[in-house]
């Protein structure tokens, strides 16, 4: 199934993730940069690094386009994603990672994905999110009604998704500060609110950082620098904390956190959750678990969701492995 070309009133620079990102396979490539600045930056400076355009793009979350018809209603909650039978390789050599994964969140649910090394949770969540690294090759994936392969990465972060990374990226020569900052403002622009003066934004700021119990001068820092493995989980809660999801998307949030890091992380991801947000986790370790509290966890195996349930999987995972799981 071919997606329609481009049209001009799409026309955005490209960016790395927007080459590739999530497009079914042999889907015409967007328009060539024709200097107009991408709308969804709602007005940022022109950003040569895709590391920097990706943040910035988390600066519009929840802005343009909510007013997407809700697509149905389950027990008075509207469905935010649903995701069926999907496939997906790697675009570099066709390899199948993605072999046919369903999955449906409703708003204010949270949910966990589990799996042995290499199931493809990351991969799944990356084609989410539509990384360069993948290609569709089947299936839908629906976010608030809307069809997130129809979409590039930028719209899928306006549309409100937001991925923590297994392994959060450095931007040199940009202080944390000024990047939270101008990602703040461009949201802001976006909802036609004022931006806020750094003293503002400080104000702002500031308390979220307490909650995180992470240390002031970690804004004076560049982007991630020299971060230790926890310090660059807590920043990426942070850059949530500040621009807000509706589907926040934690790639191992708890993966080289010690046990109170591990506490503020889940203690500032559930102050975030709200009835309208939701939360996908993938994580190993129950652990995480016992602070964030899911009400599905979908075991991934191969390449697809074989098994949904209650926390009961996870305890289960922990004492007998993945073979007492496959025996419930
Ligand atoms: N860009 C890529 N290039 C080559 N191989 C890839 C790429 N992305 C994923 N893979 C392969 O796809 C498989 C699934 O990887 P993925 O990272 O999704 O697994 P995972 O379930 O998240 O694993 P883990 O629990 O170890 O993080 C692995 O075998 C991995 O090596």
């Known amino acids: 199934m071919a997606s329609a070309p481009p049209s001009l009133s799409t026309a955005r620079p490209p960016t790395a993730a927007s080459l590739h990102g999530g497009r079914r396979r ?5 328009l060539p940069s024709c200097g107009v600045r991408p709308p969804s930056l709602g007005g940022l400076p022109a950003l040569r690094s895709a590391p920097l355009r990706r943040f910035a793009v988390r600066a519009a979350l929840s802005t343009a386009d909510r007013s997407a018809a809700p697509v149905e209603s389950g027990g008075g909650k509207e469905l935010l994603l649903e995701v069926r039978d999907l496939t997906a390789v790697i675009a570099e050599t066709g390899q199948e990672i993605l072999k046919g994964v369903d999955l449906t969140i409703y708003e204010g649910e949270v949910h966990a994905i589990m799996g042995k090394n290499g199931s493809g949770k990351s991969t799944f969540a990356k084609v989410l999110v539509g990384h360069p690294d993948y290609e569709v090759t089947g299936g839908s994936m629906m976010f608030k009604g809307e069809n997130l392969l129809e979409m590039e990465p930028e719209d899928r972060s306006l549309a409100g998704l937001f991925m923590s990374f297994q392994s959060p990226i450095e931007i040199p020569g940009v202080s944390n500060a000024d990047f939270l900052n101008m990602a703040y403002n461009a949201r802001r622009r976006k909802l036609n609110q004022p931006e806020l003066s750094p003293i503002e934004f400080w104000a702002y700021v500031y308390p979220k950082l307490d909650l995180l119990n992470m240390k002031a001068d970690f804004l004076n820092r ?3 620098e020299g971060f230790s493995g926890g310090e660059r989980k807590r920043n990426e809660i942070l850059q949530l904390a500040v621009l ?3 589907l926040a998307i ?3 949030i708890d993966s080289g956190l010690d046990v109170d890091a591990l506490r503020d992380v889940a203690k500032s991801v559930n ?3 709200t009835p309208k947000n939701s ?3 993938i994580t190993h370790y129950l652990r995480l678990l016992e602070f964030i509290e899911p009400r599905y966890i979908h075991v991934m195996e191969n390449g697809k969701i074989v098994k949904t349930g209650d926390i009961s999987i996870a ?3 922990e004492k007998e492995g993945f073979k007492g799981v496959s025996e419930m």
């Open 271 to 273: 102050g975030l959750l």
């Open 26 to 30: 042999g889907a015409l490539p967007p």
């Open 279 to 281: 939360v996908l986790m």
């Open 250 to 252: 934690l790639d191992e």
């Open 315 to 317: 305890k289960t995972l």
């Open 244 to 246: 807000g999801a509706e």
């Open 222 to 224: 560049n982007v991630n």
